[in-house]
Structure formats: structure tokens, C-alpha cells
């Protein structure tokens, strides 16, 4: 079963309905990225739903307007890129460590690799925590085995716990299940 969490009611819904044409279950659950409560209220949904084996933070990309440093509303997107991200992956590895493992992908960009100058300084910055998270995270996978990883190149990594092949932006698991990413 596949959770389509979305701000745009639109297109979420539009990809359930493409998931569904091909044969698989999914749900949309409206959602802001950036927001805490809505983030324990999509975990809170895909749980009701089964277990939780993969989590892809894909949400997340520059903010309209002002960048730092004339605005002061950077702090969203610190959130959207980095804290929400940390929140969806701390509150799913218990329930995939339950499940008997899992796999997180984090989705970072270019803009947290350079040490250069970047347009947008609180989203390279929000980045280049999320590929820190990612590789520190990974320490906790003997534990609960639950590996993490940044999908830069549209492949998932070979440390995940269930072995996945990738096919033209869907992701087939072995146990039959699929991950859609569009």
C-alpha cells in the first residue's frame, strides 16, 4: 500500500489514481511537509494502514520570495528540507523495526554538496544537514536494521534491508510491493 502525502489535493490524488490503474493500493493524505503536527498525522495514517517499510522524504526545494538574508522566514525552510524529514524518519523506524526492517531514503540535492556560494543559503544549509543526517543515521542500522541512504542518482541503495529493483521511476520490492516516484 502506498501513502501519497501531498500539500496539492490535485495531484496527490492524480497519483493515487495512476497507482491504482496499475493494480496497486494507495491513499492521499493531505500534507504539509513543513508542518510537525501534519507529519505525525501522515506516519499516524500510513500506520493504520499496515506496516511501514519504506520511507521516502522527497518533500522539500526552495521557498518563493527573499532568500537569507532578507527575509526572516527561513526557518520554514530549514523545517520543510531538514527537521520534517528527521521527524518522518524518527517516527517511522520504530514501526519498521517492528515490521522486521525497512529502508529510509532521503532525497537531498546539489545545493547540499558545494561549499560554494548558493542562492539560497538556508536550503543548501537545510541540504547539507539532510546528507549528514542521512550518513549519520546509518550507524543506527545494525541496531534496528534499518538502513538510510541519499538517492542522488535515481538508484536505491544497496544497504536497504529489502532488495529493490528500479524500473522507470517505480520501485518493485521482492515482496511484491511497489514505490512510485514521479
Partial sequence: HVVVADRDVTAGQQLVDEIAAEGDRATFVETDASDAPQIHRMVDRARSLGQVAILINNAGGWLSGAQFPETSSWRRALDLNLAMPMLATQLCLPLMAAAGGGAVVNVSSSGGWDSGAYGSPEYGAA?????????????????????AEIDRTGQVPQKTTTTVAMDFGCITIDEGMKLYLF
Fill in 127 to 147: 541540504k547539507a544537514g539532510l546528507v549528514r543526517f542521512t550518513t549519520a543515521v546509518r550507524d543506527f542500522a545494525p541496531i534496528t536494521e534499518i538502513a
